[in-house]
């Protein structure tokens, strides 16, 4: 049997279930990547272990609204998956290695980042031409605000930026896709708008992240 690799969407989990099968006889484990819009990161978890040539993953930090697709080497030869898309109309908020902590959620709006650049101007001695000396531009900083409709949903949102520094924001629809954000802060406010029936607002100083390991 040739080696393989099937996707399916948990769309209610925002997750993508993979099975491994017919991989080669003696392959005791196998990495296996996702990759979405070109880029390859590794799921996690990987190394999968292998028992008789196949394994059932589930990627907790499959992207929401983006094809994805996966891969795994079975000796010289790159097996694949189809391509697959977690539907989704809601925002996902998840825990890298929490998955029991993964909830929809509903930003206030679409967060706005800056890049910084740390810049000196310096004046040569004879020259009326100014100098410029800067550095690579830093990681995106911005706020995140998060809408609760009741102190149950609080508490369950203040428990999944509690568990971990780092989070995964998906958005659906938006520019943002998803991204890993470090949160800074988070600020509990009353909710004074007239446009949702929320009651409480969660304000959350945020910069880019990488995915913790």
């Known amino acids: 049997m040739a080696s393989a690799i099937d996707a399916v969407p948990q769309p209610d989990s925002a997750s993508v279930q993979l099975t491994l099968s017919g991989w080669s006889a003696g392959t005791a484990s196998v990495p296996l990547t996702r990759v979405v819009r070109g880029v390859r990161s590794e799921v996690r978890g990987s190394p999968v272990a292998l028992a008789a040539g196949g394994a059932v993953v589930v990627d907790h930090e499959a992207p929401v609204g983006s094809p994805v697709e996966y891969e795994a080497p079975d000796g010289a030869v790159t097996v694949r998956s189809a391509a697959v898309t977690v539907e989704s109309a809601e925002a996902w908020l998840r825990v890298p290695g929490r998955p029991d902590l993964a909830r929809t959620c509903t930003p206030e709006r679409v967060p706005t980042f800056q890049r910084q650049r740390l810049t000196t101007i310096l004046q040569p001695l004879g020259s009326s031409v100014p100098l410029a000396i800067s550095g690579p531009l830093l990681a995106a900083t911005g706020s995140v605000t998060l809408l609760a409709w009741d102190d149950a949903e609080v508490e369950a949102?203040?428990?999944?930026?509690?568990?971990?520094?780092?989070?995964?924001?998906s958005m659906p629809g938006t520019h943002w896709h998803d991204r890993y954000i470090a949160v800074q802060s988070v600020k509990l406010s009353p909710f004074t708008g007239f446009s949702t029936d929320a009651s409480w607002k969660l304000t959350?100083?945020?910069?880019?992240?990488?995915?913790?390991?």
């Open 157 to 169: 949102l203040l428990e999944a930026l509690r568990a971990s520094t780092v989070v995964l924001l």
């Open 204 to 213: 959350c100083a945020v910069a880019e992240a990488t995915p913790p390991a």
